[in-house]
């Protein structure tokens, strides 16, 4: 079993991806060009979002275990380019500081709950590395020049959404259903759902060997098209599937606790 990545590395994939997104912001030739990923914003809008979201989590891990966020003021974001780009880079490294000085074992508020990833400063960095790298993606596209995530940070963020985003308590309110996810670099995922919630584990490979519960339905793709698919960057279509679509229906549209 494979573990996820260190800490350190967390920081340092965050700090690439920051600085691959600030390579997208300077290459745009004006910060009014629409985001297709994200059609509601510009670029703008998509840099005044991600830099902000750095100064809040970095108020969060900085207060520690808490039963709520702290408030958090952000400074409004300069218009001309250039000091919003070192705005930006001024938030990246509040949260990176943040981070290095909290270490990945203290506690702190997160949105998720009861779910497989730990309340924990680790569990932000792990996450918020993910948010990075999809918005630079998402930059990236709006520039005409996308890039595949890394695939370290692509391996991890199949996991990370998985135990973050998915895994929870709230009960599935379908007939129980198995989904299994493959990664063409040779990783898989399972998700089990009941009425006790949703469940996510890494399988042995071959899966098939060692596992032999058979899943509803299957989605295969390399890491970085199932992190995409996830966020919803691209279709379900974009993937290879096996097995019942309608289960894998089910789960995008399921809103747990709504």
């Known amino acids: 079993m494979e573990e996820t990545l260190e800490f350190i590395d967390l920081l ?32 703008f809008d998509l840099v005044q979002h991600l830099g902000e979201g750095r100064r ?50 203290r506690g702190c508020w997160t949105w998720w709950g009861p779910s497989q990833s730990p309340q924990t400063t680790g569990a932000v960095a792990r ?8 918005h630079t993606y998402d930059a990236q596209v709006a520039v005409g020049a996308p890039q595949p995530l890394p695939d370290e940070v692509a391996l991890d963020g199949v996991d990370e959404f998985l135990t973050t985003c998915v895994a929870n308590t709230a009960a599935w309110p379908h007939k129980p259903a198995v989904i299994d996810y493959h990664a063409t670099e040779g990783r898989c995922w399972r998700l089990w759902f009941s009425a006790d919630g949703a469940r996510a584990a890494r399988l042995p490979t071959p899966a098939a060997a060692e596992v032999p519960e058979v899943a509803y339905v299957s989605a295969r793709g390399t890491a970085n098209e199932l992190v995409m698919f996830f966020y919803g960057r691209i279709p379900a279509d974009s993937l290879q599937l096996d097995g019942d679509r309608h289960v894998l229906d089910q789960l995008i549209a399921w809103e747990p606790g709504a």
Request: some cysteine.
């Open 12 to 43: 340092r994939l965050m700090d690439e991806r920051s600085t691959a997104f600030r390579a997208a912001v300077a290459a745009a030739p004006s910060l009014d060009v629409q985001v297709p990923t994200c059609p509601e914003w510009t670029l």
């Open 56 to 105: 809040r989590w970095a108020a969060i891990v900085a207060a520690g275990p808490a039963d709520a966020p702290p408030a958090v003021s952000s400074p409004e974001p300069p218009r001309e380019r250039e000091a919003l780009l070192a705005w930006f880079t001024a938030s990246t490294t509040e949260l990176l500081d943040a981070l290095r000085e909290a270490g990945p074992d």
């Open 127 to 134: 996450h918020q590395l993910q948010q990075v790298a999809v």
